[in-house]
């Protein structure tokens, strides 16, 4: 394989700092809509050999 070139493309510098200037406002508004939800969504606690309960079993 005697002359084949392989070419990498690397980011240039101010590319790279966009990318991880938009990573971090990413990351603080998750954590901000982390501390707005008050109510977790986990089924933490749930025994599991409990069924959901059915419309038809209401009294």
Known sequence: MIGLRT??????????????????????????LLEQSTKSDTFLGRQTFEPFPKEDDNP
């Open 7 to 32: 070419y990498l493309c690397r980011p240039s510098r101010a590319q790279d700092d966009v990318i991880a200037r938009r990573s971090r406002e990413i990351v603080a508004q998750s954590f901000e």
